[in-house]
């Protein structure tokens, strides 16, 4: 036991410390005398809106919570109570990633009486929606940018020079690809009874599974209404950030849609609050967008700091709210 929580300390100290370096390394020539320049030259009318924005979001992701959370024992959860817990959820991700995710469910659990099982089981369903619109987002980021798309994958690979290759080496192309195809459904055969097979088949079939448990909710058309509006509003907490940075003023919503794409999958990195994955892949897409390096790594500063705050503000407003109530009992049976 002692050993196991040793090394779950040493897997967040490690994600920590790398956190923090690519922070460093990103940050270390950017003088403090430009971030404060920049802070007092933005228009926090438009930070103030995102801010408010954000607040909305996260309400409206407890909420979304509780229409897949029917218990069969324990108190009915309310909104409010949802809130608090997803927002408890996110201030303990800052220290430990993922560990978030567990840790509402805790908080519903002692609160309302409601099993951990069923909880994290609706979690990882929220969790393979979000998947699944993210995927839906970068698509239609590369719809409307695919321009960028193609010109950035082509600083990294000669698409003529592949294309031509392709065309003189065709049958071996099709073989290879024919078997790569045999040489998988061997592997899946094969090893089906492996742990790692069978947990991605697990995952898959849980994921379908639970997108079809949607549609036999309450009201699944206000489950997947708010999973869209929940992925606007991150787009309008960082187009109204954008506003109000004068450097980010121009840019046009298809270009900030590919920004927060960028700092959606900064943000999936297991490190606390994605500190430093996140600013590095928003300065980078920033950059290529016409943005100066300092400029474009002083607006993930901002953004990511103003919604850090967010959390840490609300998150701990959250805690003492839900540590007053009561551990939920089983009421006696008459």
């Not at 920590?16 to 403090?32: R, S, T």
């Not at 990294?156 to 294309?163: A, I, M, R």
């Not at 049958?171 to 045999?182: D, K």
């Not at 009201?219 to 997947?224: A, H, M, Q, S, T």
């Amino acid at each position: 036991m002692i050993n196991q929580k040793l090394k779950q300390w040493i897997q967040i100290a490690i994600s920590l410390g790398i956190a923090i370096w690519i922070f460093w390394f990103l940050y270390k020539d950017i003088a403090i005398e430009s971030l404060l320049e920049q802070l007092q030259s933005s228009n926090w009318f438009w930070i103030g809106t995102s801010i408010f924005v954000s607040f909305f979001g996260y309400f409206l992701r407890g909420w979304r919570w509780t229409l897949l959370i029917h218990p069969e024992q324990g108190e009915k959860v309310t909104p409010a109570r949802a809130y608090h817990a997803t927002m408890i959820g996110y201030l303990v991700n800052l220290l430990i990633p993922r560990a978030g995710e567990v840790a509402k469910c805790g908080v519903l659990n002692r609160t309302n009486g409601i099993s951990m099982g069923h909880l994290l089981g609706t979690v990882i369903l929220e969790r393979s929606v979000d998947l699944l619109c993210l995927v839906g987002t970068i698509l239609l980021a590369f719809i409307l940018q695919n321009s960028l798309f193609l010109e950035l994958a082509g600083q990294l690979v000669n698409f003529d020079d592949l294309l031509e290759s392709l065309r003189s080496n065709l049958p071996i192309v099709i073989g290879g690809i024919l078997i790569l195809i045999l040489v998988f459904r061997f592997i899946l055969k094969r090893f089906r009874d492996h742990g790692l097979i069978n947990k991605i088949q697990h995952f898959i079939r849980e994921m379908g599974g639970g997108i079809k448990r949607i549609n036999q909710l309450e009201n699944p058309l206000g489950f997947w209404l708010s999973s869209v509006v929940l992925w606007v509003i991150y787009f309008l907490t960082m187009y109204t950030v954008s506003l109000g940075i004068e450097s980010t003023a121009n840019l046009s919503s298809g270009e900030v849609l590919l920004v927060m794409v960028m700092g959606s999958i900064g943000m999936v990195a297991p490190v606390q609050g994605g500190i430093g994955t996140f600013h590095a892949l928003v300065a980078f897409i920033l950059i290529q967008l016409g943005v100066t390096e300092v400029d474009g790594k002083i607006f993930a500063a901002i953004i990511h700091g103003t919604q850090l705050i967010l959390v840490l503000v609300l998150g701990i407003i959250s805690w003492l709210s839900m540590m007053k109530l009561p551990t939920w009992k089983q009421p006696e049976q008459t």
